[in-house]
């Protein structure tokens, strides 16, 4: 099972990768290398216990408002709900899925690609409202036709708020790095998985 889940996390990233690195090999190959441009770099900060405790507000409140989501949703099934009380021989499995196949890739195009290049035209809080809707249409595209209106307004909003959460940490904390995002969409999706695993 964690062979599938990092083979499966390893060709998503690899995916979701395709379209930024095409677009950087057309406008910025020659001005930056394709990790700093997406922000796959150390965040560059003058107080790291500054940036450790936005991510671990961030992470906390995101977490939180999160669970009362699914609270309000009901039984629906995701795709995590694969991991359901498979108990603790499904944590590599799980930290596999959470932090390379959901957490690196969604990382990567949406606040290391969209984000970036809408901050480029409109500005930080603009940019960040458009990547997070944009997030948040994607998760509800995975259950169209499967939920109620509450489900689906719940299934959008969510990722909005925390995609907001994520991009402004990214980018005013972490100086444009998408590590700090990664550490908590991570996170968060093992939280919640181990939830139901146990």
Request: a positive charge.
């Amino acid at each position: 099972m964690f062979l599938n889940a990092l083979v499966n996390g390893i060709i998503q990233v690899l995916v979701f990768s395709l379209i930024p690195f095409v677009w950087w090999l057309i406008t910025a190959r020659k001005k930056e290398n394709f990790f700093k441009w997406i922000g796959l770099k150390r965040p560059k900060t003058e107080n790291g216990m500054v940036l450790a405790l936005w991510i671990v507000g961030g992470l906390a409140v995101a977490f939180l408002v999160g669970q009362l989501a699914v609270l309000a949703r009901g039984e629906l099934e995701a795709a995590d709900s694969a991991y359901k009380g498979m108990g603790a021989v499904a944590i590599p499995s799980i930290l596999a899925y959470s932090f390379i196949q959901t957490g690196l890739s969604e990382e990567i195009l949406f606040r290391g690609f969209i984000l970036k290049r809408l901050v480029a035209k409109f500005g930080l809080f603009r940019a960040n409202i458009m990547q997070a809707a944009i997030f948040g249409v994607i998760h509800i595209l995975m259950v169209w036709g499967h939920v109620t209106v509450l489900q689906g307004l719940l299934i959008v909003v969510y990722p909005m708020f925390a995609a907001v959460l994520l991009g402004y940490i990214d980018e005013k904390k972490g100086n444009g790095s998408i590590i700090p995002s990664w550490i908590i969409h991570g996170s968060i999706n093992t939280l919640s998985i181990l939830l139901q695993a146990f």
